[in-house]
């Protein structure tokens, strides 16, 4: 097959999304099928061709003015026509055969292009973009509740934490807010076939969207490739002597960082605690991180090699995320490595981690540091706890076990449209 990936990240400088695109990329391309990668790349003009580990990669420039709201626009309704056309254009050129949207900015165009082209197009949905204007379902400042309905009413009360003491002035914004997410879901609606990457968001987006609710929606994980992940984190060097706790990902407020030292405090773990990332609650981190008796240290943004060394090496992971969470690809790497886990039951969270068996998942902050004590004090059973998520990785998410359902979803999308 000649296969289009639309992405809006990939590597080498990309989060868990474009490292997930890159596995799909590699273990199609093991087996037989040519693939090509387009990627919009908003407020950068131009278009131009890299490469990455072989991948021919079509960068596709675009506008973006740095102004709330109407750099919403342009990464949106003006990106999705420009980005269509693009596609259309590529499809043509290189006889693709099938095409699959892989986030936000990428999903809506590869339908359009897909359905102009007569060829079938898929979705993978990651996070909540379809029904949440900001993809993470969370309204409040504080607490764990999710919003259960994107309404004008609904929308009054989460745009406030987002705008801050000028919240009134973007409450004319709400109409064209609700249109954006009517036109997201009327577009992957009218996708051959949605990947959901977890049971929960495959529930979660049905309850809350007609037209998903009525689309083909088929539930499979992203994948690692549990063998090559081993090997790199075997190579690896240990970043620091002795055991530590670690946390590896984005700060932000629906990864449940804003609790993070004190949830390590109320722990009482003896052990340093590493923070691995960047994100807009970086700056508060750290300032509670310096008031703090406990041994914390922040080391920013790490990239993929040195990320995979300190979880290779961390004797425990914490994962506090308060938001509902797809299916986070730094839990199946940890999971894969053998890491004990401390995780908040949030999201497709219990796909990877299954309380008791291949972690321990807490209802809520105060639970999370009493798992994390719990695994600090009892090193059996993060070690039995780690080898079951070895197997659990291997039989789940592993490139070998998810590669054949992705090819046998476009073998009978395409003999559909034969």
């Known amino acids: 097959m000649r296969i289009l990936l639309a992405t809006d990240a990939f590597p080498p400088i990309c989060g868990g999304s474009g490292w997930?695109?890159?596995?799909?990329?590699?273990?199609?391309?093991?087996?037989?099928?040519?693939?090509?990668?387009?990627?919009?790349?908003?407020?950068?003009?131009?278009?131009?061709?890299?490469?990455?580990?072989?991948?021919?990669?079509?960068?596709?420039?675009a506008p973006a003015p740095p102004i709330?709201?109407?750099?919403?626009?342009?990464?949106?309704?003006?990106?999705?026509?420009?980005?269509?056309?693009?596609?259309?254009?590529?499809?043509?050129?290189?006889?693709?055969?099938i095409i699959h949207g892989q986030h936000a900015m990428t999903c809506v165009p590869a339908v359009l292009a897909a359905n102009r082209s007569s060829i079938?197009?898929?979705?993978?949905?990651?996070?909540?973009?379809?029904?949440?204007?900001?993809?993470?379902?969370?309204?409040?400042?504080?607490?764990?509740?999710?919003?259960?309905?994107c309404s004008a009413s609904m929308m009054t009360r989460c745009v406030r934490p987002h705008a801050g003491n000028l919240w009134p002035l973007?409450?004319?914004?709400?109409?064209?807010?609700?249109?954006?997410?009517?036109?997201?879901?009327?577009?992957?609606?009218?996708?051959?076939?949605?990947?959901?990457?977890?049971?929960?968001i495959a529930a979660d987006l049905r309850a809350r969207s007609e037209a998903?609710?009525?689309?083909?929606?088929?539930?499979?994980?992203?994948?690692?490739?549990?063998?090559?992940?081993?090997?790199?984190?075997?190579?690896?060097?240990?970043?620091?002597?002795?055991?530590?706790?670690?946390?590896?990902?984005?700060?932000a407020p629906n990864k449940?960082?804003?609790?993070?030292?004190?949830?390590?405090?109320?722990a009482g773990i003896d052990w340093p605690v590493v923070i691995a990332g960047d994100g807009p609650e970086r700056e508060a981190i750290a300032r509670d991180a310096a008031r703090s008796s406990c041994n914390i240290r922040l080391v920013g943004w790490v990239d993929q090699p040195a990320a995979t060394a300190w979880l290779a090496h961390a004797s425990l992971l914490l994962f506090p995320s308060r938001g509902p969470e797809s299916l986070s690809r730094v839990l199946i790497e940890a999971s894969a490595l053998g890491v004990p886990i401390a995780a908040m039951n949030t999201g497709g969270t219990?796909?990877?981690?299954?309380?008791?068996?291949?972690?321990?998942?807490?209802?809520?902050?105060?639970?999370?540091?009493?798992d994390i004590?719990?695994?600090?004090?009892?090193?059996?059973?993060?070690?039995?706890?780690?080898a079951a998520a070895r197997r659990h990785a291997e039989t789940h998410f592993d490139t070998s076990v998810v590669l054949p359902r992705i090819e046998q979803l476009y073998q009978d999308l395409l003999r559909r449209r034969a």
């Open 68 to 97: 709330p709201y109407v750099r919403n626009y342009f990464k949106n309704e003006k990106l999705y026509r420009d980005l269509a056309d693009y596609l259309t254009a590529v499809i043509g050129r290189e006889q693709i055969e």
């Open 120 to 149: 079938p197009a898929v979705c993978t949905l990651r996070d909540y973009w379809p029904v949440c204007y900001w993809s993470d379902l969370i309204h409040t400042s504080e607490g764990l509740a999710l919003c259960p309905k």
């Open 350 to 370: 219990p796909d990877i981690v299954i309380d008791q068996q291949t972690g321990l998942l807490s209802p809520s902050f105060e639970r999370l540091a009493d």
């Open 212 to 251: 998903i609710a009525r689309a083909r929606v088929e539930i499979i994980p992203n994948a690692v490739d549990v063998a090559a992940l081993r090997h790199r984190a075997a190579a690896s060097t240990p970043p620091i002597e002795g055991p530590y706790a670690l946390y590896l990902g984005k700060l």
């Open 20 to 61: 997930s695109t890159y596995e799909l990329a590699r273990g199609l391309r093991s087996r037989g099928h040519a693939v090509l990668i387009v990627q919009p790349l908003p407020g950068r003009p131009g278009m131009r061709e890299a490469s990455f580990d072989g991948f021919r990669v079509l960068e596709f420039g």
């Open 373 to 386: 004590r719990r695994l600090r004090q009892d090193l059996e059973l993060g070690k039995r706890l780690g």
């Open 170 to 200: 973007t409450l004319p914004t709400i109409p064209y807010m609700r249109a954006n997410l009517a036109r997201k879901q009327r577009g992957i609606g009218a996708a051959d076939a949605i990947v959901a990457v977890s049971s929960t």
């Open 256 to 266: 449940g960082t804003t609790n993070l030292v004190g949830v390590i405090e109320r």
